[in-house]
């Protein structure tokens, strides 16, 4: 179970613990998803699930049908709509971007994890003039073994439960959201005779909180801005009780990471022709994530602490894309995202010496992909460069096992 507890955080990184709608479509428009107008935005601002409604969406990745989603509307008049996520994706697999919602940054070392559903609530003008929205994510799993007449004995379980709210104006100029989520776990098990059932590890803070909003102002017929900001606050904290396996003697390590997270951007559409869309975002972020180590009197080397920090600035954080027909069942699409980093680590250790490791790169990532459209059904794909480098197998000889796409988002019209 404690492969599961200890998670050690790069800080470079936002993960999301899922892939909704048409995130292929933001990815390869440079994980636009902040300043761009997609299903995807459900996963930020769950408000906006009411400008998508009668939708099925279907997301492919890493060799499997990884998640299935259907928008329902309910209603004529003042109609509110539901959408329901289930998902095959083990939690911690890499499949968010950048801008996704912060709470799956902890997620990632949760491989034992399962998500067993995501639920998505809009209903038109529920305050004033203001579209309301709500999210909840269910993330739970355990392990109960009871051998009769043994000592062999083991009670595991792990949860995370996600809720967010969000408010989207009626004319959509601007959204604001709220995220909270909380988790845990049980960790029980035998140590020797007699010992079954020893808590052997337990959470010491786990919670995580988030804020988003963005506003949208158009310029002219061609140029829309958009100002945005996201700030994040999580916590995961350890009880080890016995930290060199001896559960007996209570010899305990206690260690807890917290992570602040603020960013601010502004980002731009820019339509210079029909059927072409170009999107760019530029910002600043900070990002600090602090471990702290503490032992207990009960340790062998006596009551003790340490702390190591990593402080990443971004200055700045650029991101491009565009959208542009070929045909009028193509379109293509190109990304690049590129963060400036500067990154302190600061080290300290149970006797007092301490070190500090300094350093500055930019992390650039490109994007391709393809959008096709036959009637009601989108098909939005992530392809592999090498596809069109090396070409398939039977062509390069190369044995290689080039893939065509990294990913793929199916949505069709229920409509």
């Known amino acids: 179970m404690k492969r599961l507890l200890l998670i050690l955080l790069a800080a470079s990184v936002l993960l999301s613990t899922c892939v909704l709608a048409s995130d292929t479509r933001v990815r390869t428009m440079g994980n636009n998803n902040m300043v761009l107008l997609d299903e995807a935005n459900i996963v930020l601002f769950p408000s906006r699930v009411l400008d998508y409604p009668n939708l099925a969406v279907g997301e492919f990745g890493g060799d499997s049908f990884t998640r299935l989603g259907i928008h329902w509307k309910f209603g004529s008049d003042n109609p509110w709509v539901l959408g329901t996520y289930f998902s095959t994706a083990v939690i911690g697999q890499p499949t968010g971007y950048y801008d996704a919602t912060p709470f799956g940054y902890f997620a990632e070392g949760l491989d034992f994890t399962n ?19 709500f999210h909840f994510g269910y993330i739970r799993t355990s392990y109960d073994y009871d051998e009769a007449n043994s000592d062999a004995d083991y009670k595991e379980k792990m949860y995370y439960y996600d809720f ?54 158009q310029i002219n017929p061609e140029w829309t801005a958009i100002l945005h900001f996201t700030n994040f606050f999580g916590v995961r904290g350890e009880k080890d009780h016995g930290a060199d396996g001896d559960w007996d003697t209570k010899e305990d390590i206690i260690t807890q990471d917290t992570r602040f997270y603020l960013d601010a951007g502004l980002g731009a559409n820019w339509t210079p022709a029909s059927n072409v869309l170009v999107v760019g975002d530029v910002g600043i972020a900070y990002d600090k994530v602090t471990r702290k180590f503490a032992t207990t009197e009960n340790h062998p080397a006596g009551a003790g602490s340490a702390d190591w920090t990593t402080t990443d600035i971004v200055f700045p954080y650029w991101s491009i894309g565009f959208d542009a027909d070929v ?25 007092a010496v301490s070190e500090v490791e300094k350093i500055k790169w930019a992390a650039n990532q490109t994007y391709l992909g393809f959008g096709f459209h036959w009637g009601r059904l989108h098909v939005d794909t992530e392809t592999d460069p ?26 069709y019209e229920l409509m």
């Open 386 to 411: 090498d596809l069109f480098l090396r070409g398939f197998d039977f062509i390069s000889g190369k044995g290689t096992g080039t893939d065509m796409n990294a990913r793929i988002s199916v949505v």
């Open 115 to 133: 998500e067993r559903v995501d639920l998505y609530y809009g209903r038109p003008q529920m305050f004033g003039n203001y579209n309301f929205g």
């Open 327 to 351: 045909f009028k069942w193509m379109d293509l699409r190109m990304g690049a995202t590129s963060q400036w980093i500067s990154e302190k680590n600061e080290r300290g250790t149970f006797i």
């Open 164 to 217: 967010g709210f969000s408010v989207t104006e009626a004319n959509g100029d601007y959204d604001a959201s709220f995220q909270i989520a909380f988790g845990g776990w049980t960790d029980e098990g035998p140590v020797g005779a007699g010992a079954a059932g020893v808590v052997q590890s337990e959470p010491d803070g786990f919670i995580d909180v988030a804020g988003m909003f963005r506003k949208f102002k």
